[in-house]
């Protein structure tokens, strides 16, 4: 069954620096999604992505975030000056036709900030 | 501000009984409807998805969803240990995103 994978599966990082998370989205899939989970918490929505193009943020997905397709393949999620809030799990996932229809997660960034 | 409302639990069954998950939704926009697992340390993985009211069942899976009252549930029929896990509820409406429910811990009991 297709899958959508992450790298990597954790990342430790020192405060202030900058990280790039990677999401390979299933192959057919037009529609790509960031969600966070700090530990303990929820799943919160970060950012939707469609037609190489923001299609919705959150208020967390602010200055500090951006998201790419740098190929045909790939999505990244850019943090930039990382701070210690950012400690979560980060979720890509991904639909073939918008939030109507189910997402399919990734397994999955840890994301540590020392 | 759209939110989903789910019983935090922990709720525990005995194996081989039925365990009634429920969630409600505030936005009476919403469309699509959602039930995730989560093991602890994983990802979310989808157990079934529901648009219309009344029921849709798959296997020992039932949803169930009354957009009158805004409430969507899951019935678990023959709950076994390997059930244990968190359920997230998960809606969508006119927009491109999921709004998740903070999940309710379930634990069969052998």
């Known amino acids: 069954e297709p899958e959508v994978t992450q790298t990597p599966s954790h990342q430790v990082t020192q405060m202030g620096q900058e990280v790039i998370l990677r999401c390979v989205p299933i192959s057919n899939h037009l529609y790509f999604y960031w969600y966070r989970q700090i530990l303990g918490q929820k799943v919160e929505f970060l950012v939707s992505?469609?037609?190489?193009?923001?299609?919705?943020k959150s208020e967390i997905f602010d200055d500090q975030f951006s998201v790419e397709r740098p190929d045909g393949s790939n999505f990244t999620l850019k943090i930039r000056s990382t701070k210690l809030e950012d400690s979560a799990m980060y979720f890509c996932?991904?639909?073939?036709?918008?939030?109507?229809?189910?997402?399919?997660f990734g397994d999955g960034t840890r994301l540590s900030i020392l | 501000q759209k939110e989903v409302e789910q019983n935090s639990g922990p709720l525990s069954v005995p194996e081989g009984a039925i365990a009634s998950l429920n969630c409600t939704y505030s936005?009476?926009?919403?469309?699509?409807f959602f039930w995730y697992r989560q093991y602890s340390g994983k990802s979310p993985e989808l157990i079934m998805f529901?648009?219309?009211?009344g029921d849709k069942e798959d296997g020992r899976f039932t949803a169930q969803l009354n957009k009158a009252s805004q409430y969507v549930s899951l019935l678990i029929r023959d709950s076994q240990p390997s059930d244990s896990a968190t359920y997230l509820c998960?809606?969508?409406?006119?927009?491109?995103?999921?709004?998740f429910g903070t999940g309710t811990s379930l634990t069969v009991i052998p």
């Open positions: 992505f469609y037609n190489n193009e923001i299609s919705e």
């Open positions: 936005d009476r926009g919403s469309q699509s």
């Open positions: 998960a809606v969508s409406s006119t927009g491109n995103q999921f709004y």
């Open positions: 996932a991904s639909s073939d036709q918008g939030a109507r229809q189910p997402q399919h």
């Open positions: 529901i648009y219309s009211n």
